[in-house]
């Protein structure tokens, strides 16, 4: 059964930088469209930036222009390299495949603190 598994959380300062990793442990990617959410304390899981099979790609207001969402399907791994951190950005980020194979990964936390 192919599991996604989300690395690169921690714990950063406003204004710092983390980069995510999503690795399939499957050759998925090529044939689904590629997201990732998060989901804040107290709050709806949200969507952050997704992708079209490796083409055009999308972005939530909040992050666009502070977030760079890429995919490398040879490595089955899908990135979120996130600048200028902001404390709101505090949340368990999710990566996510559809709609051929519809597949959540456990998380990642990510904490902006000072």
């Known amino acids: 059964q192919v599991q996604l598994v989300e690395s690169g959380g921690g714990l950063v300062q406003p204004g710092g930088s983390l980069r995510l990793s999503c690795a399939a442990s499957?050759?998925?990617?090529?044939?689904?469209?590629l997201g990732w959410y998060r989901q804040a304390p107290g709050k709806e899981r949200a969507w952050v930036a997704s992708d079209i099979r490796g083409g055009n790609t999308f972005y939530s207001d909040s992050v666009k222009g502070r977030f760079t969402f890429s995919r490398d399907n040879a490595k089955n791994t899908v990135y979120l390299q996130m600048y200028n951190l902001k404390l709101e950005d505090t949340a368990v980020y999710y990566c996510t495949t559809a709609p051929v194979t519809l597949l959540w990964g456990q998380g990642t936390q990510v904490t902006v603190s000072s």
């Open positions: 499957g050759s998925i990617f090529s044939t689904n469209n």
